[in-house]
Each structure stands twice: as structure tokens, then as C-alpha cells.
């Protein structure tokens, strides 16, 4: 299985709305990320876990908060969202030893604040 | 900022000739790699350079590297039109923990 699989695809919720993303993947892959993507503009940093623990927060707004439950799991928990954190939200994990060397990605979640 | 800027910001070429994307970055840096995103979807890594190489080779792909002008570039020989995507540059400054920062990417249209 050489694939990082994110759910849902698409998401659309108010600003009062709970959800989460969720990302899996089965390689081993020990770092995992996630990155927003606005359209036309390159993947923006949010989230670095390295073995399970929160390595990297680029000054993420708390209303997204992430979790990593295990080696193969990460989710994004989105609370009180603002309609400018409409976006494509990526997922990627690295290998053993090539963190930040070679990512894998998910297919995205598109999700639209309303 | 760390960030890369891909030249040109959009590319049109017509099938079986070579695409050739430029990014330039402006701090020293440990390695950079160029990933290729189709409209939508996740980005795939294409290639990895390190700050002590000049150039790679990748099947059709041809990456370059000039640390002292803090830039490469990427050439696609004889296009197709499923190249069709965004490209992007992406650096990073030391090894380990430190997270992967892309440029803002060049659009490449193959015209069948």
C-alpha cells in the first residue's frame, strides 16, 4: 500500500459546525503533515507530527486542532471556522530518516466555510 | 522568506517539445525537490537534488542546481499532454525538522 488516503473529499460546514479530517496511510511512515492549500497559490505549512508527537505548529489558528491517535492515523478537528479557511487541506507523510525529503500526499479535502 | 519563485508562472508548449521551469530561492539550503500537481488533487514528489549535486536525471526529467546563484531548474524532454500540471519547487533549508517550503509554482499546459 503506497498510498495516503484523506477523507472526506469534499466538506462543506458552517462557521458553528464540528468536523474532522481524517488522513491513513499503511507505509511505516513515521512524519506526517498537513498543509492548506489555497487555489492557485503553492501548499502553506500547518501541522508536522514526528513519531506520533506535535513537532512543528506554524502559528495555526486554534480553531484547527490536530491530533495523531497512532503511527497510521492523523486527524484535523475544525471548530468555528472562518469562510476564509476555505481551502483544499492536504495530508503527506515521509519516510524513516527522509523527513522533509520526500513527501507523500492525499488526494485533499476540499472543504468550503459557509 | 525561504519561499522559492517559479519562472514562468504559466508554460504552453505543444506536445514532444521540452518544458523547461525555473525557481529561484534565497536562502542556502540543504536540498530542494520539484513536485507536479494535477488540478485538484495531492502533489507527487518528482525529485530530490542536494545542496552538494548539480544536476539529476529522473527518466524524461532533467534537474539542475546552482547553489551560488540559488536556483534550479527542471526540464521536461519531449512533453505529453498528461505533463499537463502545476509544478512546484520546494526547498529545504537544514536536515531533519525543518519543514519543506514551496515556491509558488509554474502552470504547464501540453497542447496535444
Known amino acids: 500500500d503506497t498510498e495516503v488516503t484523506q477523507t472526506p473529499k469534499h466538506l462543506v460546514m458552517g462557521m458553528t459546525n464540528k468536523k474532522s479530517l481524517k488522513c491513513e496511510q499503511h507505509m511505516g511512515h513515521r512524519a506526517m503533515y498537513w498543509y492548506k492549500q489555497k487555489a492557485k497559490k503553492p501548499p502553506e505549512l500547518m501541522f508536522v507530527y514526528s513519531y506520533e508527537k506535535l513537532s512543528i505548529n506554524e502559528s495555526v489558528p486554534s480553531r484547527f486542532s490536530p491530533e495523531c491517535p497512532n503511527s497510521s492515523l492523523l486527524n484535523l478537528h475544525l471548530h468555528a471556522l472562518q469562510p476564509e479557511d476555505s481551502a483544499l487541506y492536504l495530508c503527506?507523510?515521509?519516510?524513516?530518516?527522509?523527513?522533509?525529503?520526500?513527501?507523500?500526499f492525499g488526494s485533499g479535502t476540499q472543504l468550503s466555510v459557509l | 522568506s525561504q519561499q522559492g519563485e517559479e519562472d514562468p508562472q504559466a508554460l504552453s508548449i505543444q506536445e514532444g517539445e521540452n518544458a523547461t521551469m525555473n525557481c529561484s530561492y534565497k536562502t542556502s539550503i540543504n536540498n530542494l525537490q520539484w513536485y507536479r500537481q494535477n488540478s485538484g488533487r495531492g502533489l507527487v514528489h518528482l525529485i530530490l537534488i542536494r545542496s552538494n549535486e548539480r544536476e539529476k536525471h529522473s527518466g524524461r526529467l532533467r534537474v539542475t542546481l546552482d547553489t551560488s546563484k540559488k536556483s534550479s531548474s527542471l526540464l521536461i524532454t519531449a512533453s505529453r499532454a498528461a505533463d499537463t500540471a502545476s509544478y512546484f519547487c520546494a526547498t529545504v533549508r537544514y536536515s531533519g525538522n525543518t519543514p519543506l517550503v514551496f515556491g509558488k509554482g509554474t502552470r504547464l499546459s501540453v497542447i496535444a
Open positions: 503527506a507523510s515521509s519516510p524513516p530518516g527522509q523527513t522533509n525529503e520526500k513527501l507523500f
